[in-house]
């Protein structure tokens, strides 16, 4: 792990290299390859509240009856608002 970061901060000094680096990695398809690598192995985001977390990961289910009267009043303007643009698009 040392060897790698000794790695990073040698390209992090050298922008130029970094720049071809990456545009030979992302040539190559090495790039895709890290990038899926990282999100599969390393990302923790499936961790509630990770620092890392893509997108909320806690669901909540509610329907419409558990809902308080300003919610109704929300829930019906956004069904109003998608049908008005719905019908607006298809004409």
């Known amino acids: 792990m040392n060897t790698f970061n000794h790695s990073m901060t040698f390209i992090n000094k050298h922008p130029q290299l970094r720049q071809s680096l990456f545009n030979f990695l992302r040539s190559t398809g090495i790039l895709k390859m ?51 643009t719905k019908h607006t698009k298809a004409n």
């Open 34 to 84: 890290l990038k899926k690598m990282y999100f599969k192995h390393f990302l923790k985001k499936n961790l509630p509240f990770s620092q890392y977390m893509i997108g909320p990961t806690i669901a909540i289910d509610i329907t419409e009856k558990q809902m308080t009267a300003r919610a109704h009043a929300i829930y019906a303007d956004l069904k109003n608002r998608l049908a008005t």
